[in-house]
């Protein structure tokens, strides 16, 4: 099961003059995508809160993908991109174009997003708008790719999925992917 970790950057939601709707938004969307919430944080709008709130989750192995939702705008407090940039060992372009492509078709403000993904480790880390909507559709956009990235990031090179190794470990090898004989 794909274990996620969400951050939400709010310097409102964290000074408790706005409720954080996006961190349980999302928290709603990963379960019904049958992927595990591992942990939940809500930091304000400065680079090293996130870094270091992202650096822990990636490095200790606890979550195969970090959320953070908030933060990749334009605004001057929007900090959250350039945060997980001084932290990540890669990024991952095609996660924000596909974000904001589909994002174009609800907004036309959608490419002043900075939305994107990177890699710390065999951690997927995704940064997305603040906005609860914002959030789950950006999510819902890149949501087929997170398997196969986090099967790669653990070196997994194969097309098999994460859920096709965990059925075959519960059957003891006698579930469909060895039928197949994979």
């Not at 953070?68 to 705008?73: D, K, M, V």
């Given at each position: 099961?794909?274990?996620?970790?969400?951050?939400?950057?709010s310097?409102s939601?964290?000074?408790?003059?706005?409720?954080?709707?996006?961190?349980?938004?999302?928290?709603?969307?990963?379960?019904?995508?049958?992927?595990?919430?591992?942990?939940?944080k809500?930091?304000?709008?400065?680079?090293?809160?996130?870094?270091?709130?992202?650096?822990?989750?990636?490095?200790?192995?606890?979550?195969?993908?970090?959320?953070?939702?908030?933060?990749?705008?334009?605004?001057?407090?929007?900090?959250?991109?350039?945060?997980?940039?001084?932290?990540?060992?890669?990024?991952?372009?095609?996660?924000?174009?596909?974000?904001?492509?589909?994002?174009?078709?609800?907004?036309?403000?959608?490419?002043?997003?900075?939305?994107?993904?990177?890699?710390?480790?065999?951690?997927?880390?995704?940064?997305?708008?603040?906005?609860?909507?914002?959030?789950?559709?950006?999510?819902?956009?890149?949501?087929?790719?997170?398997?196969?990235?986090?099967?790669?990031?653990?070196?997994?090179?194969?097309?098999?999925?994460?859920?096709?190794?965990?059925?075959?470990?519960?059957?003891?090898?006698?579930?469909?992917?060895?039928?197949?004989?994979?």
């Amino acid at each position: 099961m794909i274990r996620v970790a969400i951050l939400t950057v709010s310097d409102s939601a964290f000074a408790g003059t706005r409720e954080d709707a996006s961190g349980p938004a999302l928290a709603d969307r990963v379960r019904q995508n049958g992927w595990q919430i591992a942990q939940t944080k809500l930091v304000k709008d400065e680079a090293a809160d996130i870094a270091q709130a992202v650096t822990r989750w990636a490095d200790s192995g606890d979550a195969d993908v970090i959320l953070c939702a908030g933060g990749t705008g334009l605004a001057p407090r929007d900090v959250t991109p350039d945060a997980l940039r001084s932290v990540a060992a890669r990024e991952v372009p095609g996660f924000g174009e596909v974000m904001r492509a589909e994002g174009r078709k609800s907004t036309k403000f959608s490419p002043l997003s900075r939305s994107g993904a990177f890699t710390r480790g065999s951690a997927l880390i995704v940064a997305l708008p603040g906005s609860p909507r914002g959030a789950v559709e950006s999510l819902n956009a890149v949501a087929d790719l997170i398997p196969h990235a986090v099967n790669l990031l653990h070196g997994h090179s194969s097309h098999e999925t994460l859920q096709e190794r965990e059925h075959e470990k519960e059957t003891g090898g006698q579930g469909e992917a060895s039928q197949k004989g994979g």
